[in-house]
């Protein structure tokens, strides 16, 4: 069965840092555009941050450039996404999601077929 565990939301507050974690099982994060994906109330979902595994790329929405980082531990099959300086503009539900194997980061949102479940970041003042 394949599956995506996001996990490591919290509640921090403004300046503080929070590392989300997204697992896979059921395949390998070889060839995948590993992308972190958020929602806050009454907002749009937009994209944050997406890796794309096996070429080491990084992209990064101009919001959080600078302060998050997505990295991913191969051996745990598992994608990071540091969140550094945060900001009450940040709470939000994260999510991580993939497209089916080998297509690039900037493939459309509905194409992703794999989804986490979310975790929920609240950043106070």
């Known amino acids: 069965d394949v599956q995506l565990q996001a996990s490591g939301g919290g509640s921090v507050q403004a300046g503080g840092s929070l590392t989300l974690s997204c697992a896979a099982s059921g395949f390998t994060f070889d060839t995948y555009a590993v992308h972190w994906f958020r929602q806050a109330p009454g907002k749009e979902r937009e994209g944050v941050s997406c890796?794309?595994?096996?070429?080491?790329?990084?992209y990064y929405a101009g919001s959080v450039e600078g302060r998050f980082t997505i990295s991913i531990n191969n051996a745990k099959n598992t994608v990071y996404l540091q969140m550094n300086s945060l900001r009450p503009e940040d709470t939000a539900v994260y999510y991580c999601a993939v497209p089916p194997r080998g297509r690039l980061c900037y493939t459309p949102t509905y194409e992703y077929n794999v989804w986490g479940q979310g975790t929920e970041v609240t950043v106070s003042s």
């Open positions: 890796m794309q595994t096996g070429l080491g790329k990084t």
